[in-house]
């Protein structure tokens, strides 16, 4: 019998060949939001190890709407283009599916790319308007920390063009080929920043009770979900806790009632993270695993499968994750780029066939375990 990580994964229609997720990694490297040739790269070195699927970036529906000038993007024609490029080379050498991850940066946009510096030599810094920064835009006008830029508060008319966005971006997303796409609900961007009530104090429809801090990330899925292919998944990455030291932070009791309104409206999985809404948070120390508990109590409650994340490190433990009931699918970003072949070293690790590309099969031929083993007594 299979292991639990190399058995197949069921997304609404869409089959991934294994429950191994490349979590989505900000590269700050597109030009003008296209991805280029530092994507193909970045992306093909996980898809050649064939993964279940490979999760694009946080992709900026709009320009205000971007955390640097080298986010991805997809909004324009440009941008299309050079995510259908993207789609078909993965589509064309590997077995992996390929998402993407939608989102609006909110309060904490118009950042410098983290190595840039201004001119007192300063790193990472807040892109002023005057150097070509751009406005933000937050629940309500309150910065995420000093030195980030003041957000301006988002009005109805606002709301109604990144709305509009999100859905542009979800039309272009599958006319590129893309497999499925993920709302992002997390790490502080504008959909989270509108649910948590720490960074939400309107006192419109939109602010106040937990069921009106949902409201605007509700009718963004909404209306996502209306023009996404019915036969393509759309799943959700949502907190699963602020780790707030306020009262009023985020918790796992109110993820699990996002969760449920988000599959109550048609959400295919759950991608569970947590954190980074404020810099008032006491987040655990990164151990490996430290967030597969939250994926565990929203999987209790929810009738899809739903993703961890939170320093997955080694196959044994990302199969006994899968094991004991956890999570439905693993998603690694750090330990990817540490090795790009981590399905391949799982797979023998957990006695699997590891699925190579054809013009690497004759590297092979005497059997992956042996060439894993004479390179071990090598050294």
């Known amino acids: 019998m ?6 197949p994964l069921i997304l609404d229609q869409l089959e991934l060949q294994n429950r191994i997720i490349v979590s989505p990694m ?6 003008n939001g296209c991805a280029d040739d530092w994507h193909i790269m970045h992306i093909g070195q996980f898809a050649m190890a064939n993964p279940g699927m490979i999760m694009l970036e946080g992709t900026a529906v709009e320009a205000n709407g971007r955390i640097s000038e080298g986010d991805l993007c997809l909004f324009n024609d440009p941008q299309e ?3 259908e490029r993207l789609v078909q080379f993965v589509h064309r050498h590997s077995g992996s599916k390929l998402g993407m991850q939608l989102f609006h940066s909110g309060r904490k946009g118009s950042q410098r790319r983290p190595w840039d510096t201004d001119s007192d030599g300063n790193s990472g810094t807040t892109l002023s308007q005057e150097d070509g920064g751009w406005e933000c835009y937050a629940p309500t006008a309150e910065q995420f920390d ?3 830029p003041m957000p301006a508060e988002a009005s109805k008319d606002d709301l109604n063009r990144i709305k509009a966005a999100f859905v542009n971006a979800a039309e272009r997303a599958a006319r590129a080929g ?3 796409i993920e709302l992002h609900y997390a790490h502080g961007y504008l959909l989270h920043s509108f ?37 393509k998944p759309i799943g959700a990455r949502v907190s699963g806790t602020d780790h707030g030291n306020a009262e009023n932070a985020w918790t796992l009791e109110d993820a699990l009632l996002f969760s449920r309104a988000l599959t109550e409206r048609g959400c295919d999985y759950i991608d569970v993270s947590s954190g980074y809404l404020s810099p008032n948070q006491d987040v655990p120390k990164d151990d490996p695993g430290f967030q597969v508990y939250l994926a565990k109590t929203i999987k209790q409650v929810v009738d899809v499968p739903v993703f961890s994340v939170g320093t997955i490190v080694s196959p044994k433990q990302a199969e006994q994750i899968l094991d004991n009931g956890s999570a439905d699918a693993v998603c ?6 540490l090795d790009p072949r981590w399905v391949w070293r799982a797979a023998f690790e957990l006695q699997e066939q590891p699925q190579f590309p054809p ?3 004759r590297a092979f031929m005497w059997g992956f375990q042996d060439t894993v083993e004479r390179m071990r007594q090598a050294e």
């Open 2 to 7: 299979a292991t639990r990580l190399f058995q």
């Open 26 to 31: 900000c590269q700050y490297s597109a030009e």
């Open 81 to 83: 283009a050079a995510i």
């Open 146 to 148: 000093q030195g980030y």
């Open 178 to 180: 893309i497999d499925t």
């Open 195 to 231: 649910l948590s009530e720490v960074s939400n104090h309107r006192t419109d429809e939109y602010g106040g009770q937990i069921e009106n801090r949902m409201r605007f990330p509700l009718e963004v899925f909404e209306a996502v979900r209306e023009v996404w292919p019915d036969h």
């Open 332 to 337: 690694l970003a750090r330990g990817m780029l």
């Open 359 to 361: 013009q690497y099969e």
